[in-house]
């Protein structure tokens, strides 16, 4: 059982660069999330998925796109990637959507240069 | 709107010293609290949470909170801080709808 898991562990992009940040968990879990971690400001919501098939915005999701490709896996992707979308990206995920725990995944560190 | 302001961005306490990280909240429904450790390049663990019900809530590693609702805070204390017990701790309030939580900024604790 790996819980949350995320790929890449690291990435350094070049402003203008694309790419997509996976995330897979095997709990069986309904919902899923996407934060960023940036020193001094905590986690901040990018983007969730409810359940299979649904996603809505969260606090910071511009320059972001995301996809629930099945009740596994949630990807999150940056298409024109710029500095300031360096940081520590987590994915984390929850049993239902009603203030479960959350699970989360040992992250991505990005930079974009 | 949900919020939640961690007080004192850094920590630090001797071995063996009370560990005390504050923990104030914002909410117009009853909260539902959390306490996340990181350790040093790894991603967030549950350390205890509050939903309903008994106030102190009691976590893993020793550590331990009490919901004051009349204080609208949620500190994380343990008695006795080890070495280990570096890393940093985030407090975070669920909102009612679609489970997502709402992080402090994070408190840096060293022990020495």
């Known amino acids: 059982n790996a819980g949350v898991t995320q790929t890449p562990k690291f990435q350094v992009l070049k402003t203008g660069q694309s790419m997509t940040l996976q995330c897979a968990q095997d709990?069986?879990?309904?919902?899923m999330y996407w934060y960023r971690q940036d020193p001094g400001m905590g986690l901040r919501l990018i983007y969730y998925s409810a359940s299979e098939g649904t996603t809505d915005k969260g606090e910071v999701p511009n320059g972001y796109n995301v996809s629930r490709l099945n009740k596994r896996e949630f990807s999150l992707r940056l298409e024109s990637a710029a500095p300031s979308q360096t940081s520590v990206y987590f994915c984390?995920?929850?049993?239902?959507?009603?203030?479960?725990?959350?699970?989360f995944g040992p992250g991505t560190r990005l930079t974009v240069l | 709107a949900q919020s939640v302001t961690q007080l004192g961005s850094h920590v630090s306490v001797s071995e063996g010293a009370l560990v005390l990280l504050r923990c104030n909240y914002s909410?117009?429904?009853?909260?539902?609290l959390f306490w996340y450790v990181q350790y040093p390049n790894q991603g967030l663990q549950l350390l205890l949470k509050?939903?309903?019900?008994?106030?102190l809530v009691k976590g893993i590693n020793g550590f331990e909170a009490e919901f004051k609702k009349s204080e609208t805070s949620f500190h994380l204390t343990k008695p006795s801080a080890h070495m280990s017990d570096a890393a940093e701790y985030f407090c975070a309030v669920s909102e009612y709808q679609g489970g997502k939580l709402i992080f402090g900024q994070g408190t840096e604790l060293s022990v020495k």
């Open positions: 984390a995920s929850t049993r239902t959507r009603t203030r479960d725990t959350q699970y």
């Open positions: 709990m069986n879990h309904n919902s």
């Open positions: 909410s117009s429904v009853p909260p539902y």
């Open positions: 509050y939903t309903t019900g008994a106030t």
